[in-house]
């Protein structure tokens, strides 16, 4: 079975709405790294389509999720672990690998929407998401299960 990894923040989660929830006062407090706010990852609703879309996934591959927590947010690693747990369930039980350097991380696709930490030495194949090529959920879909979901 191939080894999939799929990234958090603005594959699963729309970082945007988690922006969206806070407070005026900790937006202001923390513009420029809003990473930072503590709870912000508690806050995000996911992607439209990402949940249906991961659980077609996990049935087809041994599905990884492979985000990255600010480093300066304890918060964010116990945030991150608590919507896995509420939004996803048991198709992602232990299956949530924080890392600042995902390329460590082997497997034969990584699905992520940027390049940093690591996502642009990944040694399978990164299908960027957002990008021209894969602007959202059902074009991911369509290239890994081939209309079969």
Same mark, same amino acid.
């Given at each position: 079975m191939n080894v999939l990894y799929v /990234?958090? /923040?603005n594959v699963l989660v729309n970082f945007e709405s988690g922006i969206a929830r806070l407070d005026p006062e900790v937006r202001e407090a923390y513009e420029g790294h809003l990473d930072d &706010?503590? %709870?912000i990852f508690g806050l995000m609703d996911p992607v439209e %389509? &990402?949940?249906d879309a991961y659980a077609k996934l996990a049935r087809v591959f041994d599905t990884y999720i492979l985000s990255t927590a600010p480093w300066e947010n304890p918060s964010a690693w116990t945030d991150k672990l608590l919507w896995v747990k509420?939004?996803?369930g048991e198709p992602a039980r232990k299956r949530l690998i924080l890392t600042h350097h995902k390329n460590l991380n082997a497997g034969d696709y990584l699905i992520d929407d940027r390049t940093k930490h690591g996502a642009d030495r990944f040694s399978g194949e990164h299908i960027r998401f957002g990008s021209g090529r894969f602007p959202g959920?059902?074009?991911v879909l369509d290239y890994l299960l081939g209309g079969t979901d």
């Open positions: /990234d958090m /923040d &706010a503590p %709870g %389509g &990402a949940l509420r939004q996803i959920w059902p074009e």
